[in-house]
């Protein structure tokens, strides 16, 4: 069966570090195509995407957050893991792990996990 | 902060139809990048409902259609029914930004 399925901590205080973590099962993170992402969305609000991991390890950041973003594999557990720092109210949100179905010019995220909220309070 | 934008809802009775409107730019919708639609039901994740513009994935059902023009693409539901009501998203890439951005989203009210 093909799933993601992210897991965090619920709560993070202002300026530290958040690490998500996304289980993939079903499909290798190193086969060739295989592209992540991390997308995001705050309470009520639209999705935002974040950052992206490839099979073969490039990787790509939204301009915005750039410099608070980290994406990495862990291919051992088959594993996409997101690092975000100085964590602020702000990025309260849920957060979903993505894969991204690629064919020419048809771009898109074709399976999801169920999300992961994540509250930044003090 | 969303880069396409979207009318935030839009209603009908059940039976009639609706229309949903993706409006990007240049750098986006324009480019020209494909579009892909997603519907999210309260508290789950988005399900992709139409990709490459007009592409409906196995299981959707032919009352939805995708279309898209210049840098606008849109997003019909014909015969709505009361379970179509959800948030509706749509996503294309932006080569200014270097990444992938979804619209503002739209509820859909069954009246």
């Known amino acids: 069966q093909v799933t993601l399925k992210e897991s965090g901590p619920a709560l993070v205080k202002p300026t530290q570090t958040l690490t998500l973590t996304c289980t993939v099962s079903g499909f290798s993170l190193t086969s060739t195509g295989v592209r992540m992402s991390w997308i995001r969305q705050p309470p009520g609000k639209a999705l935002e995407w974040l950052a992206r991991v490839d099979w073969d390890d490039d990787k790509y950041y939204t301009t915005s957050l750039k410099t608070r973003l980290t994406v990495s594999k862990d291919t051992s557990k088959n594993q996409v893991v997101l690092t975000m720092t100085n964590m602020d109210p702000a990025d309260t949100a849920t957060y979903y792990c993505a894969r991204i179905y690629s064919r020419t010019s048809d771009w898109h995220f074709d399976l999801w996990g169920r999300g992961t909220l994540v509250t930044v309070s003090s | ?111």
């Not at chain 2, 059902?61 to 840098?71: E, I, L, Q, T, V």
């Not at chain 2, 509706?88 to 009210?109: A, E, I, N, P, R």
């Open chain 2, 1 to 111: 902060q969303p880069v396409l934008t979207q009318p935030p809802s839009v209603s009908g009775a059940p039976g009639q139809s609706v229309t949903i409107s993706c409006t990007g730019t240049s750098s986006n919708i324009g480019a020209p990048y494909d579009v892909h639609w997603y519907r999210q039901l309260p508290g789950t994740a988005p399900q992709l409902l139409i990709h490459a513009n007009n592409n409906r994935p196995s299981g959707v059902p032919d009352r939805f259609f995708g279309s898209k023009s210049g840098a606008s693409a849109s997003l019909a539901i014909s015969g709505l029914q009361p379970e179509d009501e959800s948030d509706y998203y749509c996503q294309s890439y932006d080569y200014s930004l270097g990444g992938y951005v979804f619209g503002t989203g739209t509820k859909v009210t069954v009246l």
